[in-house]
């Protein structure tokens, strides 16, 4: 079992149980419906029945979880955005006007925005903005702080993290999970200089080349593209020596995808439905498959990113995402655009009718 400093990576039981997944082909098959004709939803709804256990799966108490961390290599330009907006977009989304706050209110996703290390600490919202954000729904964002530092070091010149760094951010995202209600978390992050983050990761643990990995991010043109991949080519080799996927995590890493990262890993073993978003998400997801693969089997990847190093990376995982909208805004907004989808599929499986109940003719033959 991999380890660093105080954190060691929990066993994650393998799920696969091929009676289940018979029982719920069976239950799909005896719908009023030609043979597979719901599609992709089908596939989904195998996926979700598995992940519960049930031939009747319900979607319980969805908690978003949008981590939030700073970045030392954001000052050596490989963003097209000043590292401020980092901490000024948390603000958002806590006072409830960023897309993922307007989705998650939609849905009625209950939102947990954490502070694993922005370079200015958030300062708690106050009750006449909560009020705001609440708009009439239920609960309004919640803000945990869950800091390790101030923001990582610069990558380019040596470890972004310590080993007791990392293991701290793990250990928080672990213990949010266990605090979280329900049976599904979805993945969000917002982070200035995180898609380098994803792009270093997937050049590491997944053996793609850097520059295939390295994309606009938030809107670099193609001298800042240039720019970026130098930038990260010497990251790569100022942390040569980091090479499992803790190690990378530690060295290339951030406090939010490590942070994302613990969570996934204890979603996992609690056998929660694990909704992924955009690149930086599933760079998450990539290091703890690397750590404990039986992860993928409670994952959904809601979307294929625009940023291109994500094609990449679902292809590491042989994930299939259920979108293909371009979207390119991280903060959980792809997650929480394909929540109804979620829905959808486990309310196919629990209410439609079978042939025998509706008295409706079984297919000649
Ligand atoms: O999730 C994605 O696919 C994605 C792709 C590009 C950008 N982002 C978001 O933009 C920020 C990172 O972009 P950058 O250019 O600063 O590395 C961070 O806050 C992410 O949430 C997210
Ligand atoms: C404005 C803005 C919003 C974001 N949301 C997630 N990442 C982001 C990056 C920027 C720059």
Redesign the pocket.
Known sequence: MQSIAHFTTPQIPDITDPALTARLQHTLDQKTKPLGSLGRLEALALRLGHILGSTAPALQQPQMLVCAGDHGLAARGV???PAD??G??VH?FLAGG???SVLARQHGLALTVVDCGVARAVEPPTAASTAAAQNGTASPPRLLQRRVAAGTQDASCGPAMTPEQCAQALANGQEIVRGLPGNVLLLG????GNTSVASLLLARLGGVDLAACTGAG??LDTEGIARKRAVLQQALQANAQATSPLQALAALGGFEVATLTGAVLQAAAERRVIVVDGFISSAAVFVASRLQPTVLQRCVFAHRSGEPGHSLMLAQMQAEPLLDWGLR???G?GAALAWPLLVSACAILREMASFEAAGVAERLG
Do not use: P, R
């Open positions: 963003s097209a955005f907006v980092t000024q977009m958002n960023a897309a993922v992050e917002m982070g200035i938030t809107g805004l991280g903060e907004s």
